[in-house]
């Protein structure tokens, strides 16, 4: 899924859930953390593609950094709740991007080797803005009921 589709399907995802801008915001610098990590494909795309969607799209190490988050959160670290919010919705920002490339492709799972996934539509493709139109529309008509 190309960066903008994440940022906007994660930003409604979390804002309709949260109702919380700085939540959204958050999530949505997260949600292209995977790819960043990865660096930009540039002149050596070949060599980039091989290793995408590899062990920074691995959902257990963000689950592994929420978990201990969420974990010194209720530890009641007053000095770590700010800071702690912003890395807990980095992550949930992340394991979206993980999820909405499943819908696109293969992504790891249980380990960074095995991937599983769905090919809903092409990368860059109009289906693809389509579903993230989709994905929008729905979160709206659910907030709204």
């Not at 991007?97 to 992504?107: F, L, M, Q, T």
């Not at 729905?138 to 709204?144: A, I, M, N």
Request: hydrophobic share 50%.
């Amino acid at each position: 899924m190309k960066w903008v589709n994440h940022e906007i399907i994660t930003g409604v995802i979390v804002y309709a859930v949260t109702e919380n801008p700085l939540a959204a915001l958050y999530s949505m610098a997260g949600a292209v953390l995977p790819d960043k990590i990865e660096g930009n494909p540039g002149s050596h795309y070949w060599s980039w593609r091989c290793s995408h969607r590899g062990w920074s799209h691995w959902p257990m190490l963000y689950i592994l950094l929420l978990g201990l988050q969420l974990r010194m959160l209720k530890g009641g670290m007053e000095s770590f709740n700010d800071v702690g919010m912003i890395g807990v919705f980095f992550c949930v920002g992340a394991l979206l991007h993980i999820i909405e490339d499943a819908v696109c492709g293969k992504v790891p799972f249980v380990t960074p080797w095995q991937k599983i996934g769905i090919k809903l539509f092409k990368v860059g493709s109009i289906t693809e803005y389509l579903f993230s139109l989709v994905v929008v529309l729905l979160c709206y008509l659910l907030k709204e009921i």
